[in-house]
């Protein structure tokens, strides 16, 4: 199969929901490897619906889409699971099951590339403790290894998921709003893991985040997305706090300046890659 410098492409992709909202609306855009990408906008722009096509939850309703050199709906079911086997997403609240344990739900980030004799048999005793573990440790929370996920906190479950893409090892990441439960030390150390484990290993990474700072601080280029649509695309020593004021006009929330921010710089090695349109 032919290879690209591109991890997404997307060609005017759009998605109407049942009800008739439209999410998105005719975004094209590419995304290349081993960029870092932050989506900033309001709340209800668009931003985990386009996460979602790009992790293949949903289905675009119009245009095409390009993850890793193939068309993902243009794959049989098991070239699907393969592909998103390569795919590590991070979710605000992650769907981890609330009686297992937290090296269980770790360990479940490598289920899609194991063979099935030993999916099971991590269930019953953990294939990899010293690996979640490690996990573990860069997310500040080793001691709850065997802990029991409903007793964790709201920002130590979102941990344990970042941990849990940490040992994926995924060719795409893909976060949505992974720091929203925890304080903003905290929030600074995971989004700089993230980054730091994209850098080391040459993937790309695209967060979603409604923390300005965050984005404008570790990411090289930033994508403001209302209503469904792109409003910049620009590195952020290009945007102004004009640009910012007018992207979060219909939220009454303070917006940071770009007075007030450290401003992130591409890491050697890391080329730009065309923008969004």
Known sequence: M?????????DRVSLTHPNGLRAVNGI??????????????????GKTTL???????LRPSDGTLSLLDVDPWRLDRAGLRRLRSRIGMVHQAPPIPPRQRVVTAVLAGKLGQWPLWKALASLVYPADIGGAQRMLERMEIADKLFERCDR??????QRVGVARVLYQQADLILTDEPVSAVDPALSDRIIGELNREAIARGVTLVASLHAVDLALHWFPRVI???????????SPVKISDAMLKDLYASESAVVPTQDSLPVAVPAAGIRRRPLCS
């Open 224 to 234: 403001g997305i209302r209503n469904g649509e792109i409003v910049f695309d620009l």
């Open 2 to 10: 032919p290879t690209s410098d591109m991890t997404i492409t997307l």
């Open 152 to 157: 964790l906190s709201g920002g130590q479950l």
């Open 28 to 45: 094209s855009c590419g995304i290349g490897r081993g960029e870092r990408v932050a989506i900033i906008g309001p709340s209800g722009a």
């Open 51 to 57: 996460l979602r096509m790009i992790a293949t939850a």
